[in-house]
């Protein structure tokens, strides 16, 4: 069965870019998809959330892409859904409640008509993508039902060692039938197309890869044979669901490996055997796989914005008119995403993190209000909460997954405006002066320092930290424009709070860095022996002086990070490019382990072997003597000194700044709250969401 892919008038040809808010934009043309058409270029590319429920979409999933639906989305390309009869009953058991979503099992159907119908009242439409792992599923993972993990070949995942079962002919034909039949149930449901996940490592692309392919059947040893399941995958899925409906398909344009991978070069002939087939509507070009994922979702300054533009491009060229091109790949902005349409690179652009951060983003663009557009700042704490086995959230809106509470149109006015005072001015505090100003209540917002932003004031100053001035900026729009009064440079006491001054106080007071050498890991004692020495600083008044002068700390530096975080690395960076000798020593058996989670160390660790930094897990610092550091082995105590030490910097445990909230709940004259940091030092995500919370309750 091969199909004759349809002339469109609608495909994007190369052209001079033009206003994004005028009516010339390529953006705002109606594009055709197949049987689809959409009224704009712009559309979410599927990315994980964890709303589901019983495998099923769930009220909290739909409002969630409801809300980008009302924000002028024309296309949403659902989360990842199972296919596979075999993994409906395990499906059950990846995550809380069953979020996973499956297409396989009839019983479903109702469930995506109510997504379908949520989506098409705003003039959206939706298309579900259609996964399965392979190597990377992982085995045991229905407990009444184990089995081995299954892959084109007997290669392991990049980030396992079980040697997969080789899939034979009759699992291979089992599984291509159900890629169809859940096509049919999501056709019934009124989905209005599918996309076949063959990127990111996950199964399809697991046969185009050599890396994962040593077969030499009909299925692997040439490139025409490695496409031959995907090319079955499409057969199956018109025959299930005719001509008249869209499908497409996902796909890596380069999987980062050299020769042993996908290749760009690799990528063009896979897509042209694709484009003759007929089978596919359009491909969505990505990139990356399981051996280099941090290229799928870029961390915070790690690439250019469209980074992927040209492989658009080269994509485009070799499928001409016969599919459509739809581009990821960091695109941030309406300007930026008419450039990538209007050079011919893609059809629609994909603007996923984008419209995580601003469901409104193209409302407010278009409407002259794009300095109200909360950007999208890369910290993958939406990415994060996948490898935490949580839900997603998005440090930047606190309302994501939260839209039925706290989603356009819920703020209400306070009942009674009241003098607020905020005292703190980072995040949380930030936060919380903004929601409650727009609520109505009168807020005063202190700041002991010359700056907002807390913590992130410093963090900005870091090598490819600097969009964190964009929450900042973000925040303290708010602030200005709902008339929160900002007095920086007092350090505000209860003096300055009580006595009738103020209706209630809101403490956003944050944290300081620990000095003792607390550690979770020492129950034996209270600190490290020689850590008030003068040469011992902790890592924030560390990272300010070296940020002043890479030279100040000295000629040699020991950086114990007990925290994992992106601070002491960076400050590490920092030292090591302007010719410091760095060691960070660490008691876990990998440095920076939170950078694991957001994709961040992947881009980070090369730049500290650049940077000639030295890197020493599984060790612990005994104790701090005069320009020496005895350092020893976590498991086996095996000790050595480290000598001519000029510096020990200390990046360790946080303490809240509580004192002020303790000293007005003593004195009980006016009421207060705290949050954020002020109340456990946590993450930058925690110190928004309470600020958010509170705002809205006061």
């Not at 070949?153 to 034909?173: A, K, L």
């Not at 019934?188 to 040593?214: C, R, T, W």
């Not at 650049?610 to 005895?630: C, K, M, Q, S, Y």
């Amino acid at each position: 069965m091969r199909r004759r892919p349809r002339q469109d008038p609608t495909a994007s040809v190369a052209r001079v870019a033009a206003d994004p808010m005028t009516p010339e934009s390529l953006l705002w043309t109606p594009l055709r998809i197949g049987a689809t058409t959409v009224k704009n270029r712009i559309m979410l590319s599927p990315h994980r959330q964890a709303y589901g429920d019983d495998n099923q979409p769930t009220d909290r999933m739909i409002a969630y892409y409801v809300e980008r639906a009302k924000g002028g989305v024309a296309l949403v390309d659902g989360e990842s859904t199972s296919v596979s009869r075999r993994l409906a009953r395990a499906s059950a058991e990846s995550g809380p409640s069953g979020w996973r979503l499956t297409a396989w099992e009839e019983r479903v159907i109702p469930a995506f008509a109510r997504l379908a119908e949520a989506l098409h009242a705003h003039d959206c439409k939706i298309f579900m993508e259609f996964s399965t792992f392979g190597v990377n599923q992982g085995a045991r993972i229905d407990f009444d039902d184990w089995y081995p993990v299954r892959g084109p070949s007997r290669v392991p995942s990049p980030g396992g060692t079980e040697i997969p079962w080789e899939m034979d002919q009759g699992y291979i034909d089992e599984l291509v039938e159900d890629y169809g039949r859940s096509a049919a149930n999501m056709q019934k449901a009124g989905i209005d197309g599918v996309e076949v996940h063959a990127a990111h490592g996950y199964l399809p692309m697991q046969f185009l890869s050599p890396a994962f392919n040593k077969r030499t059947d009909r299925y692997g040893g040439s490139p025409r044979r490695n496409a031959q399941l995907l090319v079955e995958i499409g057969e199956s899925i018109r025959e299930w669901v005719g001509d008249d409906y869209t499908v497409g398909m996902r796909f890596s344009f380069d999987e980062y490996v050299g020769d042993a991978g996908v290749t760009p070069e690799l990528a063009e002939e896979y897509l042209d055997i694709f484009a003759a087939t007929g089978f596919y509507d359009f491909f969505s070009i990505s990139s990356g796989s399981y051996h280099s994922f941090h290229y799928a979702v870029p961390a915070m300054g790690s690439v250019p914005q469209a980074f992927l533009v040209d492989y658009g491009k080269r994509a485009k060229q070799v499928v001409g008119d016969r599919a459509k091109i739809f581009l990821a790949g960091r695109i941030l902005d309406l300007a930026t995403a008419e450039r990538v349409v209007s050079s011919g690179a893609a059809d629609m652009v994909a603007m996923v993190r984008a419209h995580m951060a601003d469901p409104f983003l193209i409302t407010k663009t278009l409407e002259g209000r794009e300095s109200e557009v909360v950007r999208c700042v890369g910290a993958n704490e939406c990415l994060a909460t996948g490898f935490r086995g949580r839900r997603m959230h998005c440090v930047m809106n606190p309302a994501v997954g939260r839209e039925q509470r706290w989603g356009e149109g819920t703020l209400q006015p306070a009942e009674v405006a009241k003098r607020i005072a905020v005292v703190g001015a980072g995040p949380a505090g930030l936060r919380v002066a903004g929601v409650a100003a727009r609520r109505g209540h009168r807020v005063t917002l202190f700041e002991e320092s010359t700056e907002v932003g807390g913590h992130l004031d410093l963090l900005k100053r870091l090598p490819t930290r600097g969009d964190w001035q964009k929450m900042i900026d973000n925040l303290t729009r708010v602030a200005d424009d709902t008339g929160v009064e900002v007095r920086l440079g007092i350090a505000a006491g209860s003096a300055d709070l009580a006595g009738g001054k103020f209706d209630e106080v809101v403490c956003a007071t944050g944290s300081v860095w620990d000095r003792s050498g607390l550690s979770g890991g020492r129950a034996d004692r209270s600190g490290i022996p020689g850590a008030d020495a003068p040469n011992v600083l902790d890592v924030a008044t560390a990272a300010r002086r070296a940020l002043d002068d890479p030279r100040a700390l000295g000629a040699k530096v020991v950086v114990l990070d007990d925290c994992g975080a992106y601070l002491p690395l960076g400050l590490a960076e920092v030292l090591g490019s302007a010719g410091v000798d760095v060691e960070v020593i660490s008691r876990f058996a990998v440095i920076g382990q939170h950078l694991v989670e957001t994709l961040e160390l992947p881009w980070m660790l090369p730049r500290l072997a650049a940077a000639g930094v030295t890197l020493t897990p599984n060790h612990f610092v005994e104790a701090i003597g005069e320009r020496r550091v005895e350092v020893y082995t976590t498991w086996n105590k095996r000790t050595r000194i480290v000598e001519d030490v000029d510096t020990v910097v200390l990046a360790m445990l946080r303490s809240p700044r509580d004192e002020l909230y303790h000293e007005l709940l003593v004195g009980g004259t006016v009421p207060v709250h705290r949050i954020g940091d002020a109340v456990s030092p946590r993450t930058t995500s925690d110190a928004t969401y309470e600020g958010e919370k509170l705002g809205r309750e006061l």
